[in-house]
């Protein structure tokens, strides 16, 4: 029953994906978001076989069915990363020892679906623009204090509690150092969207998990940084750096790789401090 649930989410996830991708892409822009899905080449409403998750951008090779226009790669990356996402965190009480499929549980997922859907908006949003919009922070920041009144350590649902003095002001002290960074640097180590991002991280996950997650994203933005340098020295091809003398020259945005520590967090429990 359990694996069948995963499956069921990570499908959910591929489905949610593209969509979640066009949220990213129209954003701010004043385009709504209704309406059937088209080509942005030829204008083509698309077919419900042409918009399989996955499926349709690989049988298509990438490419429109009418006017064979490339499709961008992003919509599969969207649809890849987000099943992903929905997947393990579905999974998650399987490296939590706690494999028990009740509603609590269930309801603690639906809660962990909605608030990393609009992470993902953000990691796709920061990786086009470079620059978080307030209002996904402050969404995130809101459901994850709302949630910490009515779910555990684990994500699982509870009766409303109060939760510890120290839970409430973690949205307050996690973001707080790269806060003063920003300040004290006049923005020039630090843009104030990775801070502003950070209250929400505090507000669902608490001080030690939340210092973890940002913790891990600084571990996961190393390991992409070396494998950026490795790949262009390898085939001396400027294939990612496009022209920069170095890796430090690059604007790499860093809410990607927030989102990513908090999921790992999140899923797999890391707590790098354990000071309690």
Not at 35 to 64: A, F, H, N
Request: aromatic residues 16%; positive net charge; contains cysteine.
């Amino acid at each position: 029953m359990f694996i069948y649930f995963i499956f069921v989410v990570t499908i959910l996830g591929f489905i949610f994906g593209s969509f979640l991708n066009v949220v990213s892409l129209r954003f701010n822009t004043g385009k709504s978001i209704n309406g059937r899905s088209m080509c942005m080449s030829c204008s083509k409403t698309l077919s419900w076989y042409e918009l399989i998750p996955v499926v349709s951008w690989i049988i298509q090779k990438g490419r429109c069915r009418t006017c064979s226009s490339k499709i961008s790669f992003e919509l599969l990356a969207s649809e890849l990363l987000t099943g992903l996402f929905f997947g393990l965190i579905a999974a998650r009480g399987f490296f939590m020892n706690e494999v028990s499929l009740d509603i609590s549980y269930i309801t603690g997922t639906v809660y962990l679906l909605v608030i990393f859907s609009i992470l993902v908006v953000v990691l796709f949003y920061d990786f086009r623009h470079k620059i978080i919009p307030d209002e996904l922070s402050l969404g995130f920041a809101i459901l994850a204090f709302i949630g910490m009144f009515f779910f555990d350590s684990s994500f699982s649902y509870v009766n409303f509690h109060v939760p510890g003095i120290w839970n409430i002001l973690a949205g307050i002290l996690v973001p707080l150092p790269f806060a003063l960074v920003w300040f004290f640097s006049k923005g020039r180590l630090i843009g104030l969207g990775d801070p502003k991002l950070m209250v929400g991280i505090g507000c669902l996950l608490g001080v030690e998990r939340g210092f973890s997650a940002v913790f891990a994203s600084f571990w996961i933005g190393s390991i992409f940084a070396l494998f950026i340098f490795a790949v262009d020295k390898l085939y001396r091809k400027n294939l990612v750096l496009k022209g920069k003398k170095s890796i430090m020259s690059m604007e790499i945005p860093f809410a990607p790789f927030l989102v990513l520590g908090t999921l790992v967090v999140v899923v797999f429990g890391l707590n790098v401090l354990h000071l309690s």
